[in-house]
């Protein structure tokens, strides 16, 4: 059903997306866009559904109905590890890093190769590895600390180096979930340094509360009040969105 | 840096300490039938190695290893039973030429699926194709629909019962609650006089340090990397790319594949095969001859279950009743003192004082142990 050509098509197409739990709707007859190279926030209120949806995208829960349009693939009916091949990566809220690994292991177990069983047994760490591994650790400022344990590290080296273990599989849409949370002034303003860096060449979607981040990174803000879209545009003018500041911004 | 290297040095030399003890001083120091009981409690050490892998790496706890242990050892076992089964040596049944039980259960002609278990090459591929196909078809079956934990352990209970039940109810064409007794010999060699005991101990503890070998590969490999990842961050591995299902597959199928040559090498040291060693309560008892050597040292495998079952047969002849007792309070002290058993014993306590006394007399060289891996001593949850 093409209508008109168009000129730039979207990176990211999420379309009549539904997820309901046992009748409760957590994402309702969503729709929304995400550009190539765009930075998109998603805010609003707990339990408006805003990690369910960064969920629906991976692959993590399966929707209901409606369709996600990825590349020209649809996600919906890919497995989770189908989607990350497609290129599609995602950090989950809380840092979810292997304590019992180094920080080296850490980031080499995301390095996009030998993914297969017989691939991962065969896999060798070679010069490419390491120069990778070195440089995603350069940017995520753990360059000293490759062969410490990750259990040893603080909770927002724990946050950058999830971040770093997404780089090094280089998707062409990264999702956050709330990474600056639990961070101090100085991790965050870092953090912000950090994602506006690694942004090019790629599309971001973040989910985050801290209003001022936002303001910094966000290219585009989405709204989600119970599993819809409130509003949706520029910083600007979601601030000024009546909707918005009773529903989200005035608390 | 922990590279793909097959080991570190310690445990290089860990392997080496145990190769010597059980190459040299234990057939040294013990007599025929002491000895042959070592290779008995070794055939166990097969699973308790493939536990490792699968439960101390991959976080799958298997509570059904007696299956492939029992698999592994039947596959054997009929070849054997074919073999002290020729017309001469059954001349007095009523159909000669057939195992023994076969003819008291009235059973006239040799069954279709024993046939192939005439050709010994059969039979070894049996052994490992058997139970590894089984344990592909299991773990398939659990794994791609995401059961695991505490369900998949009961699953395991569950196909080791009914194994069991399996076997003692086709008493025909499996021996039924006797098993498979009375077996002789292996391609015309004798396997009961001392000389081939000593002979089948060497070659299964050659093949005990050929699984350690492939362990530590599968260890040092990413594989073995990404096993432990999976037991901390299932989702993360999940959406690095990985198909989580397949690596726990594969660490379920090592950990059969491992069980099924201990359970052969049961059959022809041991000279029987018989359902008890397949049902849950030996499952179980493998299971804390892992967790009593630390589920994550390969080589505290091996002397877990060689303490444990030297404490079994010596307490057993003074206190039969009080045995079972005390092998359940082991297990309960194990997971609540010391969680890594034996080999968390030795890496917080006893490995310090032997760095500590090297690094005072050789101040210099004493760097190099600080390099060992972290994931080595890690703790367990």
Known sequence: ?251 | MNDNRFATRSELLGILVLAVLLVVVLPLCLDVFRLNLVAKYLTYAFVALGLVMCWGYGGILSLGQGVFFGLGGYCMAMFLKLEASSVENTRIQSTPGIPDFMDWNQITALPLFWKPFHSLTFTIAAVILVPGIFALIIGAAMFKRRVGGTYFAIITQAVAAILTILIVGQQGYTGGINGMTDLRTLKGWDIRPDHAKVVLYFFEVSLLFACIVIAQLIRHSKLGRILVAMREQEDRVRFSGYSVANFKIFAFCVAAVFAAIGGAMFALNVGFMSPSFVGIVPSIEMVIYTAVGGRLSILGAVYGTLLVNFAKTSLSESFPELWLFGLGGLFIAVVLAFPNGLAGIWGDYVQPRIDRLIAARKPKSGAGWIDEPVADGAPAE
């Open chain 1, 1 to 251: 059903m093409l209508i008109g050509h168009q000129p730039k098509p979207f990176l990211l197409s999420v379309e009549a997306l539904t997820v309901s739990f046992d009748g409760f709707k957590a994402v309702n007859d969503l729709s929304f866009y995400v550009e190539e190279n765009e930075i998109r926030v998603i805010i609003g209120p707990n339990g408006a559904g805003k990690t369910t949806v960064l969920d629906l995208i991976c692959g993590k829960t399966k929707a209901t109905s409606g369709s996600i349009e990825f590349r020209g693939k649809d996600l919906t009916k890919l497995k989770e590890n189908q989607i990350v091949k497609a290129g599609v990566g995602r950090k989950f809220q809380t840092p979810s890093i292997y304590d019992d690994l180094t920080v080296f292991e850490n980031l080499e177990i995301s390095f996009p190769r030998g993914r297969s069983v017989f691939g991962a047994l065969t896999f060798t760490r070679d010069a490419a590895v390491r120069d990778r591994v070195h440089e995603v650790a350069e940017t995520i400022f753990l360059k000293d600390r490759l062969n410490m344990s990750a259990a040893l590290l603080s909770h927002g080296q724990k946050q950058w180096l999830e971040i770093g273990m997404l780089l090094i599989q280089d998707p062409d849409l990264l999702m956050l979930d709330e990474p600056v949370a639990g961070m101090s002034v100085s991790e965050r303003a870092k953090t912000a340094e950090l994602l506006n860096r690694i942004i090019k060449d790629r599309s971001v979607l973040v989910i985050e509360h801290d209003m001022k981040f936002v303001e910094d990174i966000a290219h585009k803000v989405t709204v989600l009040h119970q599993g819809q879209i409130l509003s949706e545009g520029t910083m600007e003018k979601v601030k000024n969105d009546p909707k918005v500041i009773e529903v989200y911004l005035g608390h």
